[in-house]
């Protein structure tokens, strides 16, 4: 089994965490470790933890492959962590942060917040992604049985609530821009046998998706009810 070595900083007095000490700590690790040990074809395999003052630990996200260059995306990434994270996190002093790694041969994908190749939904001004799995949507900062949570890119996550069925399975999503609700919507699957061949039930509209294309659009249109016709009370 390859080595794991942590790296621990403890904290003379206890903090809060928050940006700027995720910025500190990080960027005091890139220029100790990864910049030392990442020479030639190699990356990290990198797991972010805190420890709190009654010395429990608690893991930020999940393990990412990094390489040198990715300073900026591992900050952005435990950032979003935190910002749907309870306040717990944030409101506790911790007395250490520690990062788990170890060397790898060869170099990682290079990284991206965005699902570049992801075709979108223009919905009011904003892209909705054209995907039922989600982990196309970008970057997934968590992952338990059936709930997801995914970065589209820095200001825009969503939640995913998957509803598995013998036929037509659902994702329940939830669509969030700067930490706030904006949108939900139903998608059900249509034909798992063709790439993103789904409805999307959004407003009062329902679209058509076959192989990530749109196909066909059904809304409900309020109409007006038919006006009564008086009775002609007039004598013959």
Do not use: C
Not at 69 to 95: C, G, M, R
Not at 136 to 146: I, M, R, S
Request: aromatic share 12%; proline share 4%; hydrophobic share 35%.
């Amino acid at each position: 089994m390859k080595n794991w070595i942590n790296k621990e900083y403890s904290l003379d007095n206890y903090l809060l965490l928050n940006n700027d000490v995720l910025n500190n700590f990080i960027s005091k690790f890139w220029s100790e470790v990864v910049e030392k040990e990442l020479t030639g074809d190699k990356h990290l395999l990198l797991i972010f933890r805190i420890k709190f003052e009654n010395n429990q630990l608690a893991t930020i996200g999940q393990m990412k492959k990094i390489n040198l260059e990715d300073k900026n995306y591992f900050i952005e990434y435990i950032q979003e962590i935190l910002a749907l994270k309870t306040e717990v996190y944030t409101e506790i002093p911790i007395n250490s942060i520690i990062f788990s790694y170890g060397i790898r041969d060869g170099l990682a994908p290079t990284k991206t917040i965005e699902n570049t190749e992801l075709k979108f939904q223009t919905w009011y001004r904003n892209k909705l992604p054209i995907t039922f799995d989600p982990k196309d949507y970008g970057t997934v900062l968590e992952h338990t049985g059936n709930l997801w949570i995914v970065a589209i890119n820095n200001k825009i996550t969503v939640h995913i609530k998957q509803i598995f069925r013998k036929k037509n399975s659902i994702n329940l999503v939830k669509y969030f821009k700067n930490n706030k609700l904006v949108y939900e919507w139903k998608d059900i699957l249509t034909n798992p046998s063709i790439p993103n061949s789904f409805n999307r039930e959004i407003g009062k509209s329902t679209y058509y998706f076959k192989n990530s294309e749109l196909i066909l659009v059904k809304s409900i249109k309020k109409t007006n009810p038919l006006l009564k016709t008086k009775k002609d009370n007039t004598p013959p």
